[in-house]
């Protein structure tokens, strides 16, 4: 007996917030991302800073991230078809995968162009980097308050971390562009431009870690095998659960599927058992796609017995 639960709950389920942020917001984010990524450029060049051409590159990582995400919460809403049976939920999950993969890139391109300027050091004009740096410090603080209210969604958490990394960076340069000013040390810039490198890789490997995980259909954060399990047999009725399989179709949506052995009865009875099971799941580990195949724990004394003859040999 082949029992499948949960198909109810996809319309009541989560959600995609990237619809939610609208349009509007991702098109004004990427302009002002890429007018920023352009006064932080001509800062770097007329103010001889590694700090603000790095931070740059890394503004630039944050359009295509934009327009990744924006694609992929609007592809996330297409429903389910013959191919894809689960739909497009993991659509976001793949935009924030690409996206952890470029920041990555960029660090090690920070990196390289830090060093490299430890090695040559330029005369810094401070003043160009605190102008710009405050500038863009407004413009992130502006984008990072409008994603903020998709920041459980891991495709907009993507997003958020890239501009909230953008806003700790610009910062970081106008701290650094005041010491620089107060006591001449240049080294202060190649040294932000590494130190905004190693800040892309912290935020990026919980997105990355994370992302990965759901695309592999690993086990969700935060649940434990055992303690599902132990929560199916405690609903009346099971006698042994096994081949568990858990994992996210896409945001806030867990599935599972196991095979429960149960005594031989009716239909009718093996139904409660399982809304019981769909229910305890749903309720006690957010699980609302489950799929359960029923197994004979074994038959009542007074069940008749079907005993085919034993098998012949042919001679």
């Not at 502006?142 to 890239?162: E, K, P, Q, Y």
């Not at 990355?208 to 047999?233: F, H, M, Q, T, Y």
């Not at 074994?298 to 098998?311: N, Q, S, V, Y």
Request: aromatic share 6%.
């Amino acid at each position: 007996m082949h029992v499948h639960a949960g198909e109810h709950d996809h319309a009541h389920g989560p959600h995609d917030h990237g619809a939610a942020i609208g349009r509007g917001v991702f098109a004004g984010a990427m302009a002002a991302t890429l007018a920023l990524v352009a006064a932080e450029v001509a800062g770097g060049y007329f103010g001889h800073s590694i700090a603000l051409l790095s931070d740059a590159v890394h503004k630039f990582s944050d359009v295509p991230a934009l327009l990744i995400s924006w694609l992929a919460a609007l592809w996330s809403q297409l429903p389910a078809d013959s191919q894809r049976t689960y739909g497009y939920r993991r659509a976001g999950t793949l935009a924030a995968f690409i996206n952890g993969i470029l920041l990555v890139i960029v660090a090690l391109g920070l990196f390289y162009e830090a060093f490299d300027r430890f090695r040559h050091p330029v005369a810094v004009r401070e003043s160009w980097m605190i102008v710009v740096s405050i500038g863009a410090l407004v413009v992130n603080g502006g984008i990072t308050l409008a994603l903020i209210r998709g920041s459980h969604d891991l495709n907009l958490r993507s997003v958020l971390v890239h501009n909230l990394g953008d806003a700790l960076s610009n910062v970081g340069i106008l701290t650094g562009a005041i010491a620089i000013r107060t006591t001449g040390a240049r080294w202060l810039d190649p040294a932000m431009g590494a130190a905004i490198g190693v800040l892309v890789l912290w935020s990026t490997w919980e997105i990355l870690k994370e992302s990965g995980n759901i695309l592999l259909e690993g086990l969700p954060k935060g649940l434990d095998v055992e303690n599902v399990a132990r929560a199916i047999l405690s609903v009346e009725g099971t006698r042994e659960v096994h081949d568990i399989h858990i994992w996210t179709i896409g945001t806030g949506l867990h599935a599972l599927s196991c095979h429960v052995r149960i005594p031989d009865m009716h239909m009718a009875e093996s139904e409660k058992i399982l809304a019981a099971i769909q229910q305890r799941l749903a309720s006690e580990f957010h699980i609302t796609h489950v799929t359960v195949q029923f197994e004979r724990a074994g038959l009542p004394k007074d069940a008749g017995l079907f005993m085919p003859e034993p098998f012949q040999p042919m001679e």
